[in-house]
């Protein structure tokens, strides 16, 4: 359960708002329909904010990758030092929002997270790299999930971003519910496994970490605790990852189950490993076990409900 609203940024043309080159949008039905039932959007569209209209000519990235200019493609009107300011006005603006993750409009000039073309003087594509209001964004706020939304298409990308879209919102209501040293352990111990299905690395030296509250200040201590806890998410879950976490629960039943009931859960576990079953279907026996014997460490972890359910995250093979 989150103590405060869950506040993404987006950008506005994926919620249907006609604010492109061409006049039109790119609405995105999951965006809209299903993830906005969770979350509370912070439109943003860096050209439109500038003043720079809509419809209006198509433009792109030119000159050094490192330091592009926003041209018009006809008429070569360089908008760069306008978009410059927008972009510091509006970073300075969603800073005082408190976001949870951002999700950018793929291939922008100024939304695209990677892959944005970049032309030479010539009219020649030379590099790629981020939008500027994306690199911009991902520089100030570098804990924050972003992600373009023609990636989460992709069901084990949709799944990580917005785990680690609650995992961070749940991270902020720990830094702002006042830090304490005991706050911050019980933080990690109920986080165990989420971590474990995505760096058993991580989780260790985040361990050591959360045992060196001595070496730092309190808050220097615990954010640099959540430096780890995002780079840790950041990494995928595998089916691998998750079977030999789905093997450690199991361990907390081992005294508890029937032997007949020991089969079953193993046999559940087998079959996700070999792709028969989603892992909606071990976690749902792990749950119940876990509610029925009254396990308080088990079900207790984030890793059995990271997101609502009603999400069906977890229900792709």
């Known amino acids: 359960m989150l103590a405060t609203p ?3 940024g ?6 249907g708002e006609e604010v492109r080159y061409d006049g039109g949008h790119k609405r995105d039905q999951f965006l809209t329909d299903v993830l906005g039932r ?3 959007w912070v439109p943003v569209c860096p050209e439109v904010e500038a003043g720079l209209g809509t419809p209006r000519e198509s433009m792109r990235l030119v000159g050094n990758p490192h330091h592009p200019k926003l041209v018009t493609i006809i008429s070569k009107q360089d908008h760069t030092d306008v978009m410059a300011m927008t ?3 509006r970073l300075d603006a969603l800073n005082k929002l408190d976001l949870s993750g951002f999700v950018f409009k793929r291939g922008s000039p100024s939304c695209g997270l990677a892959r944005v073309r970049v032309y030479t003087t010539q009219g020649m594509p030379s590099h790629s790299r981020s939008g500027l209001f994306a690199h911009a964004f991902e520089r100030q706020f570098p ?3 972003v992600e373009e939304e023609g990636r989460l298409s992709d069901p084990s990308l949709r799944e990580n971003f917005i785990e680690r879209v609650f995992a961070y919102r749940r991270f902020q209501d720990l830094i702002q519910n006042g830090i304490t040293k005991q706050a911050l352990i019980r933080f990690h111990t109920i986080h165990k496994y989420l971590l474990l299905a995505h760096s058993q690395q991580h989780y260790g030296a985040m361990g050591r970490l959360v045992g060196q509250a001595e ?3 309190l808050t220097t201590w615990a954010l640099k605790y959540g430096e780890h806890f995002m780079k840790s998410l950041s990494l995928k879950a595998t089916v691998r990852k998750h079977v030999n976490v789905l093997h450690h629960i199991a361990g907390h039943f081992k005294a508890l189950l029937k ?3 020991k089969v079953e859960l193993l046999e559940v576990i087998n ?7 989603p892992l909606i279907v071990p976690l749902t026996l792990v749950k119940h076990y876990a509610q029925v014997f009254d396990v308080e460490y088990i079900r207790d972890q984030v890793y059995l409900n990271p997101h609502p359910k009603e999400l069906m995250l977890r229900n792709h093979a």
């Open 10 to 15: 987006i950008s506005r043309c994926l919620l």
């Open 6 to 8: 869950l506040r993404l």
């Open 271 to 277: 079959d996700y490993h070999r792709g028969l079953t």
């Open 87 to 89: 972009i510091d006005h």
């Open 215 to 217: 070496r730092y200040g």
């Open 143 to 145: 804990l924050i999930p």
């Open 259 to 261: 032997p007949q009931e």
């Open 38 to 40: 969770y979350v509370e």
